[in-house]
């Protein structure tokens, strides 16, 4: 079977410096890195009385690793912003956290180089467990300030809605 059946043609697999995050419905500015998504199910060994000396193997919990975003600093607050609603320093006793909504689904849209979405992954009940506002601040150093979101999530699945698209044609 062809790695890519609309563009039998294309050989190379998709590039992983054209993406786009979205989150409430719209695209988020400036973001220029994602960790990978990754699982990691756990090894349960078990063996019965009468076995050889040796477990059998079975899967225990699937956890679901953290992904963390990062951004250049600029003057948009969507990263504050969500930060704010699983911790508010100025609130008083008991209004901290916003409870009703600080989890949510993002998507995660990975591009061909012409810009077309190719593969996209959902991301359930997402919600930031660290922000960093201001990284590291150096007089002699010749590097963009970034910030990240580091997002806990309970899971993730392909979007299978999104196909190979067709490639245009020079």
Not at 98 to 121: C, H, P, S, W
Not at 122 to 147: F, H, K
Request: net charge negative; with cysteine.
């Amino acid at each position: 079977m062809p790695q890519f059946t609309v563009n039998p043609n294309r050989f190379d697999p998709y590039k992983g410096f054209k993406f786009r995050v979205k989150w409430d419905g719209r695209v988020v500015a400036g973001i220029s890195k994602i960790s990978a998504l990754r699982r990691i199910t756990e090894v349960v060994e078990h063996r019965e009385g009468g076995d050889p000396s040796r477990p059998r193997r079975s899967p225990g919990i699937t956890r679901y690793e953290p992904v963390t975003i990062e951004r250049g600093v600029t003057h948009d607050t969507e990263f504050e912003a969500w930060a704010n609603r699983v911790h508010r320093l100025d609130a008083g006793a008991g209004d901290e956290m916003a409870l009703a909504d600080f989890r949510k689904d993002i998507v995660i849209e990975l591009m061909n180089e012409a810009g077309q979405v190719a593969t996209a992954y959902r991301l359930y009940r997402c919600w930031p467990s660290e922000y960093t506002a201001m990284p590291d601040l150096d007089a002699n150093g010749n590097a963009v300030a970034i910030q990240t979101l580091v997002l806990q999530n309970e899971g993730w699945e392909r979007n299978l809605d999104v196909v190979e698209p067709a490639e245009p044609k020079e």
